[in-house]
């Protein structure tokens, strides 16, 4: 597996721990297409950047980047709960590792963007949580 599908795995696998799925939180990939139940969910995608040939992280095979998560919740009731899902995030995420066969990702700090009415459900709020991440594959 190369070092951006590698990266995609281990990032969504998290997502997929008993840990989590005990949050209760609905969570998708970002190019999930279809109807999601209720007015509370989260959207996950890995935007990584490969680094410049000859670099010392290029021999690394190493990549940095941000993980996105679109946190959607109900419009009109203020920032509380979007922000209680971003702390829960945190718990999973901030300053953690993610570890596969073949690379090691390694999580920095995340920050919290309110991003108003989602532009095709305005009856939903979306909010940006984005967390920094190192990976270096084997």
Do not use: C
């Not at 990032?11 to 509370?40: C, L, Q, Y």
């Not at 980047?65 to 979007?82: D, F, H, K, N, S």
């Not at 700090?109 to 991440?133: C, E, I």
């Amino acid at each position: 597996m190369g070092k951006f599908s590698d990266l995609s795995s281990i990032v969504m696998a998290r997502f997929a721990t008993p840990a989590w799925v005990a949050e209760g939180i609905i969570t998708h990939p970002s190019n999930f297409i279809g109807d999601v139940p209720g007015k509370e969910y989260i959207r996950i995608s890995v935007l990584a950047s490969n680094n410049p040939e000859g670099s010392m992280y290029a021999k690394l095979n190493a990549v940095s980047g941000l993980i996105m998560v679109e946190i959607y919740t109900a419009a009109g009731e203020g920032p509380l709960r979007a922000n209680q899902i971003a702390d829960i995030l945190d718990k999973h995420l901030q300053g953690g590792y993610f570890l596969s066969s073949t690379g090691v990702a390694q999580l920095g700090l995340s920050v919290l963007k309110d991003q108003g009415l989602d532009k095709a459900n305005p009856s939903l709020q979306r909010t940006l949580y984005s967390l920094s991440f190192s990976y270096f594959g084997k």
